[in-house]
């Protein structure tokens, strides 16, 4: 297997943003949240402090190196295993990024940080947020997204609306849905007076089709996200199963590749056959190759097979 990248994965197929490269800031689920959907499984250190993770200039360097060997890909996502909010120089980075690619640059948020004025001015560099809201009320948000302590779904949603205020760009707020944590009418309703606050441009609805930090975590019906997208709006749409538009193109097969998007998700054959343009058997023998070196685990979800890594 080639040398993988410390920093970057992909470009990987996303549901929002079609073909993308993942840059990973932080360290392996250190996060301000321990949500009980998350597909990287439980929160190792949960914080509500900023610092510098990983340096910024060696993640620039290897962006380089990588748009030298050819980059194709929609966006530029700062995202990957923990909260990149987290990063007290996420600023930095997204400057540093857009001085050398046009590629448009995405932050992926849980959003929690955003009542601080400095994350907000970090984000706003971006040409689109992804920020998430999967509380309704401040019971809901703490059982489903299972806080640090102090933090409250008010403080979250007071930052969500001022970062609307100063930031002129995209912002596409997602809300995971699990069946009976927050899908009842009730809840529902709570969302819409919510996302009416906070104004986002697009609502993305997703619920759980990989595996889960809890096991007991159900995913609504398709035809259920559909009825509650139209109770929250024309902007509102279900991304909860892929679409063949969404895929990446054909052409990537290294190894590495593979390795690596299963590091960040789990993903099924037939995720890594679309997804990377590998075929089928082809991707078969590199996951048999990890498995038999102790690297990739399989786990089943809903009669689907999912392969991660340990």
């Known amino acids: 297997m080639a040398e993988q990248k410390k920093y970057l994965y992909g470009p990987v197929p996303s549901r929002r ?10 360290p392996f689920k250190v996060c301000t949240l321990d949500c009980v959907y998350c597909q990287l499984g439980a929160t190792t250190q949960k914080t509500l402090q900023r610092a510098d993770y990983v340096p910024v200039e060696d993640v620039l360097s290897e962006l380089k190196e990588r748009l030298g060997e050819g980059l194709e890909a929609d966006y530029i996502t700062i995202g990957g295993s923990g909260e990149p909010t987290l990063h ?10 857009k ?27 971006a040409d689109v947020v992804l920020p998430s809201l999967d509380g309704c009320d ?36 997602e809300v995971f849905l699990i069946e009976g944590y927050n ?32 096991s007991a975590v159900k995913k609504p019906s398709y ?19 892929f679409t063949s ?16 998007m299963l590091k960040r998700r789990p993903c099924s054959l037939e995720d890594i056959h679309l997804g990377l343009g590998i075929d089928r058997l082809e991707a078969l023998k590199i996951i048999d190759h990890f498995t038999h070196q102790g690297l990739v685990i399989s786990e089943q979800r809903d009669g689907i097979v999912f392969f991660k890594t340990r």
Not at 223 to 241: D, Q, T
Request: glycine share 8%.
């Open 223 to 241: 035809e259920r996200l559909c009825s509650i997208a139209e109770k929250l709006g024309p902007n509102c749409e279900v991304i909860a199963e």
């Open 17 to 26: 943003l079609g073909r993308s490269l993942g840059v990973d800031i932080i």
């Open 245 to 260: 538009s969404h895929y990446a193109k054909p052409g990537d097969s290294r190894a590495e590749t593979v390795f690596s």
């Open 138 to 173: 401040e019971e809901t948000f703490k059982k489903v997204n299972r806080p640090c302590e102090g933090m409250t779904l008010r403080q979250v949603v007071d930052g969500l609306c001022a970062f609307r205020k100063e930031f002129a760009g995209p912002i596409w707020l």
């Open 88 to 97: 007290a120089g996420l600023g930095r980075l997204v400057n540093g990024i």
């Open 99 to 125: 001085r050398l690619t046009d590629i448009p640059v995405t932050v992926l948020t849980n959003g929690t940080l955003l009542y601080r004025a400095d994350v907000r001015a970090d984000c706003a560099g």
């Open 183 to 214: 899908t009842d009418n009730e809840q529902i309703g709570k969302f819409k007076e919510l996302i009416a606050q906070i104004q986002p441009d697009k609502v993305h609805l997703n619920t759980a089709v990989r595996p889960t930090a809890e």
